[in-house]
């Protein structure tokens, strides 16, 4: 069964994409392609799963929001 998941994309000031799952604390990677992020982020979700101790609850991703200040 697959299952989905949030991706958060940002790319640094040197030019590096960045991926974050929100919904898996500390699952993320870097690459500086997007095709290659994107086989990386899969391959860190995979890894965090197995890794991922049962008694975790797993987040939900409500939004993003930006903020003035």
């Known amino acids: 069964m697959d299952r989905e998941f949030t991706v958060i994309i940002e ?15 500390g699952c993320h990677t870097q690459a500086k392609s997007l095709d290659t992020l994107i086989e ?3 391959e860190a979700i995979q890894l965090c799963l197995e890794v991922y101790d049962e008694k975790q ?13």
């Open 11 to 25: 790319q640094d000031e040197e030019g590096y994409f960045i991926a974050d799952v929100p919904e898996l604390k």
């Open 40 to 42: 990386r982020i899969k």
């Open 57 to 69: 609850t797993l987040t939900h991703l409500v939004g993003v929001q930006k903020v003035r200040v």
